[in-house]
């Protein structure tokens, strides 16, 4: 079955460092994308980044990246530079055979709560 | 701001009342998602139309339906309310520009039901 784990509950972290959030995942397919969330405390949910399977480099947006170990089927979020606003819940979310059809639904993680201290 | 509009923002009711949530996807995209968040859950799947039709169906209750109109626009419509049903219900559309096909997320409606 597929699945996503968040071992995570909360992380904490100082102001301008560097933060990694573990993901991972579960599936029997070949061909599966990886997402990251953002939700702040406001409730919207924010698309961060990227990773598609078959993707040989590691996806980066601004001060994300994500550190994308096929083997250990880990896709591990990490901030770099943590600000304030950094201080919300992340999901990472699978969606598998994205070729198989229409059927693009995602399954979630439980998520991470990250609260940044000045 | 990801371009998807959900209406109303919060809505109360009672138990055993009817109630419509509505979601208008970014312009262009043909696929529209409806997920429910809640505390014991988390995030789970309903359901995934495309261009007017059911493309997927997860753990969506036989209480609750959806549709999506020529317009693009969806509606998903929750019935015979109970307790549990009380969650943060996402609405969330892509293109299907393979591989990415990325999911952008509405706001949300915070079902509250008393």
């Known amino acids: 079955a597929q699945k996503i784990t968040q071992t995570q509950p909360g992380m904490f972290v100082q102001e301008k460092e560097a933060v990694t959030l573990d993901c991972t995942y579960d599936?029997?397919?070949?061909?599966?994308?990886l997402f990251w969330y953002k939700q702040p405390s406001s409730g919207e949910m924010i698309f961060l980044i990227y990773?598609?399977?078959?993707d040989e480099q590691n996806a980066t947006e601004g001060r994300y990246s994500l550190n994308f170990q096929k083997a250990r089927k880990s896709a591990n979020l990490v901030i770099s530079a943590s600000q304030l606003g950094d201080s919300a819940m992340y999901f990472c979310?699978?969606?598998?055979?994205?070729?198989?059809?229409?059927?693009?639904?995602?399954?979630w993680g439980l998520g991470t709560s990250l609260a940044v201290n000045p | 701001d990801s371009g998807v509009t959900q209406t109303p923002k919060h809505l109360i009711t009672a138990t055993g009342q009817r109630v419509t949530l509505r979601c208008s996807p970014r312009?262009?995209?043909?696929?529209v998602y409806w997920y429910q968040q809640s505390l014991d859950q988390g995030l789970q799947f309903l359901i995934q139309?495309?261009?007017?039709?059911?493309?997927a169906k997860g753990n969506i209750l036989e209480r609750f339906s959806a549709q999506q109109f020529p317009d693009l626009h969806s509606e998903l419509n929750l019935s015979s309310l109970e307790l549990g049903d009380s969650a943060l219900y996402f609405c969330?559309?892509?293109?299907?520009?393979?591989?990415?096909?990325?999911?952008?997320f509405g706001p949300g409606t915070r079902l509250t039901v008393l």
């Open positions: 312009s262009g995209d043909l696929s």
């Open positions: 969330a559309s892509s293109g299907l520009a393979a591989p990415t096909d990325t999911q952008y």
């Open positions: 979310a699978m969606r598998e055979s994205f070729q198989a059809g229409n059927n693009r639904k995602l399954i």
């Open positions: 139309y495309y261009n007017g039709e059911e493309r």
């Open positions: 599936t029997s397919d070949q061909s599966y994308g």
């Open positions: 990773q598609g399977s078959y």
